[in-house]
């Protein structure tokens, strides 16, 4: 179990180009995969790692790795993060000066930027989808009934909805740093739900 803890975190080392929230499907995917977490889980790692000083990821490989096998785990998944990231750092700062004015290099970085928006846009919608914040009516209970039917079938719970909203304006017109954020949504959902 240690091995394939590490080689997890190794994959989304060497994979997550653009920040930690970039892994959050491919943890998903993986975690579940393995039955060793749920979306709901996932959320609450990723959560208390954006909260926590350092970088996500390894903050999350620390959640996730004690999760799963305790302080094995924490040490196999922070050592699945660090080395791989470790040695392509090492080779690309070796050639990148040399080759960062190049513009085939600069296309291709163009392209990665596009995709992490992708990346991060679906990890968003796919969690949404599993935690009951969007979803198909039928399959989904929200205890306190407040949602906008969007289509026959489809829903949004509405309290969940205004906080998604806030919370993005917040971010994009405000210096609130993300961890006030999530806190103050916290206590907001104390009495919302």
Known sequence: MLFNIFLIFAKLSMFCFGGGYVMIPIILEELEKNGW?????????????????????????????????????VLAALLGITIPCGIIVIVVAKFFLKFYENDKIQSALYGIRAVITGIIFFAAVKLALEN????????????????????????????????????????????IHPIFIICIAGGVGLFLF
């Open 37 to 73: 977490a749920t979306a709901a889980e996932v959320i609450d790692v990723v959560a208390i790692a954006g909260m926590s000083p350092g970088p996500i990821v390894a903050n999350a490989a620390v959640g996730f790795g004690y999760k799963i096998a305790g302080v094995p785990g």
């Open 132 to 175: 009951g914040i969007i979803g198909a009516s039928e399959n989904l209970f929200i205890k306190n009934g407040y949602n906008i039917f969007v289509s026959s079938n489809q829903l949004f719970e509405l309290k969940s909805i205004i906080i998604i909203v806030l919370s993005f304006l917040a971010l994009l017109k405000t210096k």
